[in-house]
Every structure is written in C-alpha cells, then in structure tokens.
C-alpha cells in the first residue's frame, strides 16, 4: 500500500540553524512528490515538488528537496531557519488517481 | 486570480445534526478533491471530481458523508447526521489536472473546522 511516513512528529531548531525535514514514502511507480507547509488556521501552501528530472529541486522561501530513489526519501533541507518558518511541513505523495496520500507532518518550532 | 475558497471557515454542529460545507474551487479547474484532516493528523482523501463527474468517493468515512458538484464548478460535502467523531478541519483542493495534463499541482482552500458537540 502506498504512504508517507514522517519520522519526526516536533523539531525545534535555532533561528539561523539549518534545517532537515524527513519524508519517506512507499509506492510501487516513479513517484510524484510533494511538501507542502500549513500555519495555524491556514490551508496547505505548497514549498515544492518533484515529478521527473534533477533529482534537487528548489522550492520557494528558501526551501529545497532531494529525491534518493534507493532510500525511497525526499527530505526536505534549508540552510538557514527563520522565525517565519515556524509552522507545521506535510510531505505528500500522488497516486495514479490523483489523489494525494500524506504523513502525519513534522512541527517545527524556532527559537531566537 | 481568486484562490481555492471555502464556507464557512467554522462550523459548530449539535450531534445529529445536518451540515453542509462549501467550496469553490479556481476558475477552470477541472479536478477537484476533498480531505479530512483530524487534530495533529495529514490530511486524509475524501473524494475526487473531475467536472461534475465524481471519480473516486473511497475515502468517504459513512454513508452519511456525501458530496456533489453539479456544474463542475462549486462542490459542496454534506455531512449527514453528525457524530463527535466527524469533528475535523476539511479541506478543499483544485487542480487543472486532467488525463493526459502535465500539472499536477493541487491548490488548498483555507478548510472548513466542524466541531461537533
């Protein structure tokens, strides 16, 4: 069966610090993948995603992911942490039908 | 343009009770999905349209939940018969996906937080 699994439920990270969200998915077929990030109250915005092609793709405020095949992971990486980026991140995965599967999400909390 | 928007942004609902979410999605957008998104959980499929046509209803919890969009333009979920258990945000999306599209992006409403006392 297709998912996604977070490892990571909370990470608090220091303003400034880098930052590394991980993501896992299982699924059969050359994956579509995706991060997206929702504040509190807020929908889903999406960071970025990765259909086909470079491996690293580079999403917006900052943020960039990489897909490893072999260790079915597409983590989601920026270099320096900003207090704006305090929210909660969902990696996703599309099925052939179209429909998005999700992980649990990871929380990030920054200090100053 | 306009987003993908929703109403009401809150909704609180008496056990029993009938209730009915909106969603509108971006003008032109052919696919259109549900989520149900528990506290602390991701969001978890619903159903998906394409045009009026609903393709895929397998994440519908019960046969109280039904969703329809009859003009392939604004959907709307009803929720019959509330249950505690049916409190959640629930969460619209769009996409111009369609069969044989590149895009595949979905755009998210702001969702619509049900709590059923």
């Known amino acids: 069966a297709q998912s996604v699994t977070q490892p990571d439920i909370h990470i608090t990270v220091s303003e400034g610090a880098s930052l590394e969200l991980r993501c896992n998915y299982s699924?059969?077929?050359?994956?579509?993948l995706f991060w997206y990030v929702q504040s509190p109250g807020q929908g889903l915005q999406l960071l970025l995603k990765y259909f086909s092609g470079d491996t690293l793709v580079q999403g917006i405020k900052g943020f960039e992911a990489e897909f490893k095949r072999s260790q079915s992971s597409f983590n989601l990486r920026k270099p320096s942490v900003h207090w704006s980026d305090a929210a909660e991140y969902f990696c996703?995965?599309?099925?052939?039908?179209?429909?998005?599967?999700f992980g649990q999400g990871t929380e990030l909390s920054v200090k100053p | 343009g306009a987003g993908v928007s929703q109403s009401p942004r809150y909704k609180v609902a008496k056990r029993g009770q009938d209730v009915a979410l909106r969603c509108d999605p971006i003008s032109g957008h052919v696919s259109l999905f549900w989520y149900q998104q528990a506290l602390g959980q991701g969001p978890e499929f619903l159903t998906y349209f394409q045009n009026e046509a609903q393709l895929d209803k397998s994440g519908l919890p019960s046969d109280r939940f039904f969703a329809e969009r009859p003009e392939g333009s604004v959907s709307t979920l009803k929720i019959q018969r509330t249950q505690q258990e049916d409190s959640a945000v629930y969460l619209c999306?769009?996409?111009?996906?369609?069969?044989?599209?590149?895009?595949?992006?979905?755009?998210f409403g702001p969702g619509t937080r049900l709590t059923v006392t």
């Open positions: 699924y059969g077929a050359t994956p579509y």
């Open positions: 996703a995965v599309e099925n052939q039908g179209g429909k998005l599967i």
């Open positions: 999306a769009s996409s111009s996906r369609d069969w044989g599209t590149v895009s595949r992006e979905q755009y």
